[in-house]
């Protein structure tokens, strides 16, 4: 997978937030874990604007790469202090947490993962 690729997938995911008009903008970080531990090509991090979501977004060298890795990170943080879930939409994983007592941050999850997914 090329650069352009990478890139390409990168606006993508912006493109189905934005799409999602999920009334918060985002704040791009490192993404944690790198992309290099969960067999990812790339990947970033977006942080909702009252730092409530995490959204942690990683770049797959095949479509539908992801899934496992999401689901297992999904799987190992989820409990009693977070909420977790992972949606997948062909090379893109997108890996999101909040905090297990916020209303607003777990709505804002599940409505930032049902964009990333493409609303199926």
Not at 90 to 116: E, I, Y
């Amino acid at each position: 997978m090329n650069e352009e690729e990478v890139a390409a997938e990168k606006v993508r995911a912006h493109e189905l937030l934005r799409l999602g008009d999920l009334g918060t903008s985002w704040t791009e970080e490192t993404v944690v874990p790198a992309p290099d531990d969960i067999g990812a090509v790339d990947g970033f991090r977006l942080v909702s604007a009252d730092g409530t979501v995490r959204l942690n977004l990683y770049v797959y060298e095949r479509w539908g790469e992801g899934a496992e890795p999401g689901q297992a990170l999904t799987e190992m943080v989820a409990g009693d202090e977070y909420h977790a879930g992972s949606t997948v939409n062909g090379r893109l994983m997108c890996f999101a947490v909040t905090a297990v007592d916020s209303p607003s941050g777990r709505h804002l999850l599940d409505q930032a993962l049902g964009a990333l997914a493409g609303w199926e």
